[in-house]
């Protein structure tokens, strides 16, 4: 199965979409990796989902890329009294680091990281930033704060605090549970929340190692401060616009997404763009008009990918959700102005051998009217450096490592073939015409680009390109 478009579609699995069946009519539908939220279900549900996604695998006898996405730290109020409060502007209030059922006066913040790190003047957001207060002053185990923009305080709400960096590890307890767990089930991506800082990647690393690739979620600004180092140490970056969208202004957030998604491109690592893309189809059949218009802003920007959360996780329509979504992305890549668009985002080529060869076989597939890239790669990268380039033919990653395949099932314009080791020229050579006529990506006569990394099975050496033209048979 060959799909008619370049970016990719992650779908999220849930209660609405997690029985085998469901799961297929998914996948038909366009789902090109699926998402496990590790904030939902238990790790026994996970196992369940995982098992039935790697059964469609060999049934469609497709790569299909499997994300687990951890829940990362979760800060809350506490419990207060009658299990809400109301509060109104100019009201003070105070927080404080022990207690439950306080008052306005005792409203419990069970975190001591944000007593050592807050100052006058920060706010705290609370509900989604449906509650705001500002510090006027604070001690060692409380917090003076006048509203700022009045609601409900209520039980268990989580607070957020743009601007403030707090000494938090990415991974709890739970988190650590639940990435041994998914490790063990052979995840392709694990996504880390809260990351604030570019050593959060790197203890994340020293779990993970090779294992799967790690996937940073931008959601805090700290984390866009060190943005360069960030995307440099991740293998690849989530726009999480609707928590980033919390702690920065909403008008802020389509430059951001726009910033992020350009630099994913100049380092070669895949972007999502993620967060109420098609929201209202959690409840209606089809999107608005916003919301298509949202879709295919990320597709013209170039992301790798857009992301379906509680509209396939939870919705009342997650088959039509990825189907619309199919839909927009396909229509925008039809486009007349798509290709122009697209070039006019094109990032500055990094000045490097492999990326010069890679770049320029994405070039001349276009100037000699080649049907298909073909980049043999072992690690995955020779795919992500051609796909840079966003080509306007299909790129053909060949790879031996079915972890490799998996991956690149996120990757703008990437086609994943698991194919045997290649060992010399001649070989690659055969690999490719094979493998291009067999998925149907080509006929004989037609001209294809191959790009590939000499000697072979040494990752990360791409240095060769070669045009063939396709055997009316072989013989």
Do not use: C
Request: proline fraction near 5%.
């Amino acid at each position: 199965m060959h799909r008619n478009r370049r970016a990719k579609i992650v779908a999220t699995v849930g209660p609405a979409s997690s029985d085998p069946a469901k799961l297929k009519a998914l996948y038909l539908a366009g789902v090109d990796t699926f998402r496990m939220n590790f904030s939902h279900g238990t790790q026994e549900d996970h196992a369940r989902v995982h098992a039935a996604i790697r059964a469609l695998e060999v049934e469609m006898d497709r790569p299909i890329g499997i994300l687990q996405d951890l829940q990362g730290p979760k800060i809350r109020i506490g419990t207060v009294r009658d299990g809400r409060l109301e509060v109104d502007g100019g009201e003070r209030v105070r927080f404080v680091l022990s207690g439950t059922d306080g008052g306005k006066d005792a409203i419990p913040l069970p975190h001591p990281e944000i007593f050592a790190a807050i100052v006058p003047k920060q706010e705290l957001l609370i509900d989604d930033g449906r509650v705001r207060v500002r510090v006027t002053g604070m001690g060692a185990d409380f917090i003076d704060a006048e509203v700022v923009i009045g609601g409900v305080i209520s039980n268990r709400k989580g607070v957020n605090l743009p601007g403030t960096l707090l000494d938090l590890s990415p991974l709890t307890a739970k988190d650590r549970a639940d990435l041994a767990f998914g490790l063990d089930l052979g995840v392709d991506w694990v996504a880390l929340s809260f990351v604030q800082r570019p050593s959060d990647i790197l203890e994340a690393r020293a779990l993970i190692g090779d294992r799967a690739g790690i996937m940073s979620k931008i959601e805090k600004p700290s984390a866009l401060d060190h943005l360069d180092d960030i995307v440099r140490l991740s293998d690849a970056i989530m726009v999480a616009r609707g928590d980033l969208g919390v702690e920065i202004p909403h008008e802020d957030v389509p430059g951001r997404q726009k910033e992020l998604v350009r630099a994913s491109r100049l380092a070669a690592k895949p972007v999502i763009v993620a967060t109420q893309m098609l929201d209202s189809m959690v409840s209606a059949p089809t999107p608005t008009r916003a919301e298509a218009s949202d879709v295919a802003t990320a597709i013209y920007d170039g992301a790798d990918a857009v992301m379906l959360s509680a509209e396939s996780a939870s919705g009342r329509y997650p088959v039509e959700a990825v189907t619309m979504m199919d839909r927009i992305i396909r229509s925008t890549e039809q486009h007349k102005l798509y290709q122009s668009i697209l070039s006019a985002s094109s990032v500055d080529e990094e000045h490097s051998p492999a990326h010069a060869v890679a770049a320029a076989g994405a070039d001349l597939a276009q100037t000699i009217g080649a049907v298909a890239v073909v980049g043999f790669t072992l690690s995955g990268t020779t795919a992500a450096r051609i796909a840079r380039k966003r080509p306007p033919v299909p790129i053909v990653a060949v790879t031996p490592d079915i972890g490799v395949a998996r991956r690149a099932t996120l990757l703008w314009g990437a086609h994943s073939v698991l194919s045997e080791d290649v060992h010399s020229y001649e070989e690659m050579v055969t690999t490719a015409e094979d493998t291009l006529l067999k998925e149907g990506l080509a006929k004989g006569g037609d001209l294809a680009v191959l790009v590939a990394g000499i000697p072979f099975a040494t990752a990360g050496t791409t240095n060769n390109l070669r045009v063939t033209t396709l055997p009316h048979r072989r013989g």
